[in-house]
């Protein structure tokens, strides 16, 4: 079956990282809610650069711009298609902005500037 996923690269500072679980936590519940498949917040563990034969891959933290006060998260969300994942992210956009219009002293627990996100067609799956 073909998938896509929508992911995401975050830096979140180490003294945040529990603000940033409940929101991945909540936002979670939102996305499995509205009929994604699957939904991963997965924070860096092994992100040092690493030998690849002859060549070096390039650090995670590096590539994000992390300080040693922050941590790098990847996460990914699994939809059956693109038209399925605009369907849903709609809905959990207009939940989202329904909850949150009121509430002006939230604030993200993540530095937004250097969040990378995009749309993947899986083209490989195992």
């Avoid at 939904?39 to 034969?53: A, T, V």
């Avoid at 891959?57 to 994942?85: C, L, P, T, Y």
């Amino acid at each position: 079956m073909k998938k896509y996923v929508d992911g995401f690269v975050l830096v979140v500072p180490k003294d945040k990282e529990a603000d940033y679980k409940k929101m991945a936590e909540e936002g979670r519940d939102m996305w499995m809610k509205h009929g994604a498949l699957e939904y991963f917040e997965c924070r860096g563990d092994d992100l040092k650069q690493q030998e690849m034969g002859e060549e070096k891959s390039r650090a995670f933290a590096e590539m994000a711009g992390a300080k040693s006060d922050e941590n790098v998260w990847f996460s990914f969300i699994v939809f059956n298609s693109k038209q399925h994942r605009n369907e849903v992210n709609k809905k959990v956009m207009d939940e989202m902005n329904a909850k949150y219009k009121d509430q002006s002293d939230f604030t993200m627990p993540t530095d937004m500037k250097k969040m990378a996100y995009g749309g993947f067609d899986v083209a490989v799956e195992g």
